[in-house]
């Protein structure tokens, strides 16, 4: 199965390449080296799904996306 993992940060790339590799051995993962607009929201799910649909109007091809949040609350 081939999947692409969209994400510009070639760290993070290699990181989840590294994880699938040793998880899912037959899985081909690819980068999609793309900038995505990220939206400032305190609610996660609005942030992923803002990406999820940003990318999914330009690729019809199986992707997963990134996201990692750090919260406070005051």
């Known amino acids: 199965m081939r999947l692409l993992f969209a994400t510009g940060n070639g760290y993070k790339f290699s990181e989840a390449q590294s994880f699938f590799a040793q998880m899912l ?3 081909e993962l690819s ?3 793309i900038d995505i607009p990220e939206i400032q929201d305190s609610d996660i799910e609005k942030v992923i799904r803002a990406k999820l649909e940003y990318i999914a109007v330009r690729h019809k091809d199986a992707f997963i996306v990134d996201d990692v949040s750090f919260l ?3």
């Open 72 to 74: 406070t609350d005051r």
């Open 25 to 27: 051995p037959n899985l």
């Open 31 to 33: 980068q999609l080296a």
